[in-house]
């Protein structure tokens, strides 16, 4: 299973390879390494770093780079990232979902209100569907009985409704307002 | 390199991600979530998000059971009863008598009667607890309607329609939602003079027998002075009515009893026939430019009553005679099975739970007065009914 991981996606159009055989296919354990926006360095098995969709393309347009610029990423979420799809691709190896939806459900469970959130455009930009999928069920979970307030503040998002705005709101469907968590 | 969208707002997820969360939440949610912002009540109140939401939303079962009360049911192998299922029908007058005429996406059709002696339509979202109130243009008294409701996608439009029966040429009246008025369209003469089939004897009224498919609704009628029977059908796209023969066999089977349903996304009839045990549904079938009826299912089967509603898994839902129990008839297999524990029910349908109607009226506050008077002041445009 782990051996196909090993050879590096080649294209029709690899010509431009350098002479030389290409030795790495015999490395077991390539390192690809991600470079966050706030100049972080990230050595990451190339198994882990194929998890990564946008990653996987960049290697299959240009093979022969060996640093992936992530212009939109800051180190702490893509850190948290990296530490997901390394249990990722132990499942993948040995497919056992009750221990993967346990360790999915652990994952979220202690991570912060915030660094679920910064992790969602990650998780989008480097279009890691299966993540993308757990971060926003968690983030739905923790606001699904939660009170308006608590919504904003968990997002940071301003009230700019007038009192009498947000009053109107409320009185047209006072129902909905009801049975929520104390914040 | 494709670069994520950054738009800095809401805790800097872009819009598209902000939606995908949304997504998970229940309709209740959303609707006090409108109060977080400006933008998120612009983006949840949006035909668009209203769309999205509605195209995941899971697909559940609509019970109206003995004792006038209501359950919801996940559409799944074990029927498991859905957590939201509470809810509470609009404010109810002693003297009124609500019968459900169907529902669409989310939205349950009622028919208010007795109240004081004239009818009105209700429509009903649960999900989001808001509800409309149409007065039915009055008609007098030998007069009855056959009911229909649902959706123009292309429009964006709920629309209610009601045929009136036996009058000669046919009266039809039809509300749309988007618009919040009624209209009288034009019936061909050549349709006759048509009522509704039988009642069938469990009490639920062929009047309210319809069979709702891709932007058209469809009643089995009967032509008064010929005693021959069709379907007739209406499109909500065009306002514009059709007429689909039955094959011979059928149109041989008047005294049997007969109600129509969406089955194997075909607008299907339900055969019942108590005297030689049988069951039948055939299904209008399209081959190249003919339709014809197409025989799905012939089982023995004693004692059914009704065939109500066809699950995700093919099954349909079927009431026994005259316990009105429920039962799930699987056509492969012709086995059908008790499902006790959903008790005695005299409606079911299909639902989801939609921010439907959630668009509707937001402009003015008192959106809810306008809509009845509306439909009040249309009734005087009608008097050429009555």
Same mark, same amino acid.
């Given at each position: 299973m782990s051996s196909s991981t090993d050879s590096p996606t080649l294209t029709t159009e690899t010509t431009q390879l350098s002479p030389q055989p290409d030795t790495e296919t015999a490395k077991p354990t390539k390192k690809i390494t991600l470079k966050s926006s706030d100049n972080q360095i990230f050595e990451v098995e190339e198994s882990v770093a194929m998890e990564f969709a946008t990653v996987k393309s960049f290697f299959e347009d240009s093979p022969s780079t060996d640093t992936v610029p992530l212009p939109n990423v800051t180190a702490k979420p893509l850190s948290q990232v990296i530490e997901f799809c390394k249990e990722q691709i132990k499942f993948k190896a040995n497919p056992d979902e009750a221990q993967k939806k346990k360790y999915n459900a652990e994952f979220v469970t202690e991570k912060s209100d915030k660094d679920l959130v910064d992790m969602i455009p990650v998780a989008n930009y480097l279009e890691i569907k299966d993540l993308l999928d757990v971060l926003n069920q968690a983030v739905a979970d923790r606001i699904e009985n939660k009170s308006v307030e608590y919504v904003r503040s968990f997002f940071g998002i301003d009230n700019d409704f007038t009192a009498e705005e947000e009053a109107a709101l409320r009185r047209e469907?006072?129902?909905?307002?009801?049975g929520v968590d104390e914040d | 390199m494709k670069m994520a969208e950054t738009v800095d707002r809401d805790g800097g997820l872009p819009e598209d991600l902000l939606i995908t969360i949304l997504m998970a939440l229940p309709a209740k949610c959303l609707v006090r979530f409108r109060s977080v912002s400006k933008y998120w009540n612009s983006l949840i109140t949006s035909t668009e998000f209203i769309n999205i939401h509605l195209a995941q939303a899971k697909p559940l079962l609509l019970f109206h059971h003995h004792n006038q009360s209501y359950s919801l049911r996940l559409d799944?192998?074990?029927?498991d009863m859905w957590s939201n299922s509470e809810f509470e029908l609009p404010s109810k007058r002693e003297d009124d008598d609500f019968q459900i005429i169907g529902s669409c996406n989310g939205v349950i059709c009622i028919l208010n009667t007795l109240q004081d002696h004239g009818q009105s339509i209700i429509l009903w979202n649960p999900s989001i607890g808001k509800s409309l109130n149409l007065a039915l243009p009055r008609l007098s008294d030998p007069f009855r309607g056959i009911f229909g409701f649902g959706f123009n996608r292309q429009s964006n439009d709920y629309k209610f329609v009601r045929v009136v029966t036996p009058q000669y040429p046919v009266g039809c009246h039809v509300y749309s939602v988007k618009k919040r008025s009624w209209k009288a369209i034009d019936v061909s003469p050549a349709l006759g003079c048509i009522k509704p089939i039988?009642?069938?004897?469990? %009490?639920? +009224?062929?009047?309210?027998n319809y069979a709702f498919l891709n932007g058209v609704l469809h009643w089995i009628v009967d032509r008064e002075e010929f005693g021959s029977r069709f379907v007739l059908s209406f499109d909500l796209r065009n306002d514009s009515f059709g007429k689909v023969m039955l094959s011979p066999y059928l149109a041989s089977k008047l005294d049997e009893w007969m109600s129509i349903l969406v089955y194997d996304n075909s607008v299907s009839l339900f055969l019942n026939d108590l005297d030689t045990r049988y069951i039948e549904i055939w299904a209008l079938k399209k081959y190249g430019a003919m339709k014809l009826w197409a025989r799905k299912i012939r089982i023995n089967a004693v004692g059914i009553g009704l065939a109500m509603v066809c699950r995700q898994n093919g099954e349909i839902l079927m009431t026994r005679y005259p316990s009105d129990e429920v039962v799930s008839c699987d056509p492969q297999s012709k086995e059908i099975r008790d499902?006790?524990?959903? %008790?005695? +029910?005299d409606y079911a349908g299909s639902f989801v739970e939609s921010l439907a109607l959630?668009?509707?009226?937001?402009?003015?506050?008192n959106g809810k007065v306008e809509i009845t008077q509306s439909a009040t002041s249309a009734v005087s445009s009608f008097k050429c009914f009555h």
């Amino acid at each position: 299973m782990s051996s196909s991981t090993d050879s590096p996606t080649l294209t029709t159009e690899t010509t431009q390879l350098s002479p030389q055989p290409d030795t790495e296919t015999a490395k077991p354990t390539k390192k690809i390494t991600l470079k966050s926006s706030d100049n972080q360095i990230f050595e990451v098995e190339e198994s882990v770093a194929m998890e990564f969709a946008t990653v996987k393309s960049f290697f299959e347009d240009s093979p022969s780079t060996d640093t992936v610029p992530l212009p939109n990423v800051t180190a702490k979420p893509l850190s948290q990232v990296i530490e997901f799809c390394k249990e990722q691709i132990k499942f993948k190896a040995n497919p056992d979902e009750a221990q993967k939806k346990k360790y999915n459900a652990e994952f979220v469970t202690e991570k912060s209100d915030k660094d679920l959130v910064d992790m969602i455009p990650v998780a989008n930009y480097l279009e890691i569907k299966d993540l993308l999928d757990v971060l926003n069920q968690a983030v739905a979970d923790r606001i699904e009985n939660k009170s308006v307030e608590y919504v904003r503040s968990f997002f940071g998002i301003d009230n700019d409704f007038t009192a009498e705005e947000e009053a109107a709101l409320r009185r047209e469907h006072a129902w909905a307002y009801e049975g929520v968590d104390e914040d | 390199m494709k670069m994520a969208e950054t738009v800095d707002r809401d805790g800097g997820l872009p819009e598209d991600l902000l939606i995908t969360i949304l997504m998970a939440l229940p309709a209740k949610c959303l609707v006090r979530f409108r109060s977080v912002s400006k933008y998120w009540n612009s983006l949840i109140t949006s035909t668009e998000f209203i769309n999205i939401h509605l195209a995941q939303a899971k697909p559940l079962l609509l019970f109206h059971h003995h004792n006038q009360s209501y359950s919801l049911r996940l559409d799944n192998e074990s029927l498991d009863m859905w957590s939201n299922s509470e809810f509470e029908l609009p404010s109810k007058r002693e003297d009124d008598d609500f019968q459900i005429i169907g529902s669409c996406n989310g939205v349950i059709c009622i028919l208010n009667t007795l109240q004081d002696h004239g009818q009105s339509i209700i429509l009903w979202n649960p999900s989001i607890g808001k509800s409309l109130n149409l007065a039915l243009p009055r008609l007098s008294d030998p007069f009855r309607g056959i009911f229909g409701f649902g959706f123009n996608r292309q429009s964006n439009d709920y629309k209610f329609v009601r045929v009136v029966t036996p009058q000669y040429p046919v009266g039809c009246h039809v509300y749309s939602v988007k618009k919040r008025s009624w209209k009288a369209i034009d019936v061909s003469p050549a349709l006759g003079c048509i009522k509704p089939i039988p009642s069938v004897l469990w %009490g639920r +009224s062929s009047s309210y027998n319809y069979a709702f498919l891709n932007g058209v609704l469809h009643w089995i009628v009967d032509r008064e002075e010929f005693g021959s029977r069709f379907v007739l059908s209406f499109d909500l796209r065009n306002d514009s009515f059709g007429k689909v023969m039955l094959s011979p066999y059928l149109a041989s089977k008047l005294d049997e009893w007969m109600s129509i349903l969406v089955y194997d996304n075909s607008v299907s009839l339900f055969l019942n026939d108590l005297d030689t045990r049988y069951i039948e549904i055939w299904a209008l079938k399209k081959y190249g430019a003919m339709k014809l009826w197409a025989r799905k299912i012939r089982i023995n089967a004693v004692g059914i009553g009704l065939a109500m509603v066809c699950r995700q898994n093919g099954e349909i839902l079927m009431t026994r005679y005259p316990s009105d129990e429920v039962v799930s008839c699987d056509p492969q297999s012709k086995e059908i099975r008790d499902l006790k524990k959903l %008790g005695l +029910s005299d409606y079911a349908g299909s639902f989801v739970e939609s921010l439907a109607l959630l668009d509707e009226l937001k402009e003015t506050e008192n959106g809810k007065v306008e809509i009845t008077q509306s439909a009040t002041s249309a009734v005087s445009s009608f008097k050429c009914f009555h």
